[in-house]
T-cell receptor, first 111, second 114 residues
Framework: DAKTTQPPSMDCAEGRAANLPCNHS???????VYWYRQIHSQGPQYIIH???NNETNEMASLIITEDRKSSTLILPHATLRDTAVYYC????????????FGKGTLLTVNP | GAGVSQSPRYKVAKRGQDVALRCDPI?????LFWYQQALGQGPEFLTY????????KSGLPSDRFFAERPEGSVSTLKIQRTQQEDSAVYLC????????????FGEGSRLTVL
């Protein structure tokens, strides 16, 4: 059963911020939110993860709502190379050794 | 190499043939996963190894699918008597620790069964 809901596709202009939403209304207290992306013909790549605080790394920012029922992945300055399928996954790392993928969001960055 | 390596990248098999797909994980990674990805879908879990022990094979679709990791490093996914519905990309991933570590994926092996 899917634990997350994402829009099937989104578009973004090159150089602008891409904001990818994810709903996870049934998330448990010990579950983290993970984001991976998959560029065409490649394997998925880890982006970022968080529990309840906002997180930032060199690739992206993750904003989690206070009730933790939804989150947004932000790519601050999207480039053409960011065109990919983005997967939002909830996982309790101390219990779940595997990632369960949904269908993700196809982000297309346009020139 | 620094990443997860999979071979072959592309495999075409006739229906009924056996195939073997190889995965070289990142050195020192304890955990290894196999996933199957059909066209237009997200990856689906097949099986999980911790070192040489196969701890979870709940995702293997039939007894024609078999995976091994005899020395706790390289793994092989074998599919016997291939069927057309086995056509997919088979992804291997490894992590330092199965529970807390980030998963590193290979580029996958694309299997086409004619």
């Amino acid at each position: 059963d899917a634990k997350t809901t994402q829009p099937p596709s989104m578009d973004c202009a090159e150089g602008r911020a891409a904001n990818l939403p994810c709903n996870h209304s049934t998330i448990s207290g010990n579950e983290y939110v993970y984001w991976y992306r998959q560029i065409h013909s490649q394997g998925p790549q880890y982006i970022i993860h968080g529990l309840k605080n906002n997180e930032t790394n060199e690739m992206a920012s993750l904003i989690i709502t206070e009730d933790r029922k939804s989150s947004t992945l932000i790519l601050p300055h999207a480039t053409l190379r960011d065109t990919a399928v983005y997967y939002c996954i909830v996982r309790a790392p101390t219990f779940d050794y595997k990632l369960t993928f949904g269908k993700g969001t196809l982000l297309t960055v346009n020139p | 190499g620094a990443g997860v390596s999979q071979s072959p990248r592309y495999k075409v098999a006739k229906r009924g043939q056996d195939v073997a797909l190889r995965c070289d994980p990142i050195s020192g990674h304890v955990s290894l996963f196999w996933y199957q990805q059909a066209l237009g879908q997200g990856p689906e879990f097949l099986t999980y190894f911790q070192n040489e022990a196969q701890l979870d094979k709940s995702g293997l679709p039939s007894d024609r699918f078999f995976a091994e990791r005899p020395e706790g490093s390289v793994s092989t996914l074998k599919i016997q008597r291939t069927q057309q519905e086995d056509s997919a990309v088979y992804l291997c991933a490894s992590s330092l620790s199965g529970y807390t570590g980030e998963l590193f994926f290979g580029e996958g092996s694309r299997l086409t069964v004619l």
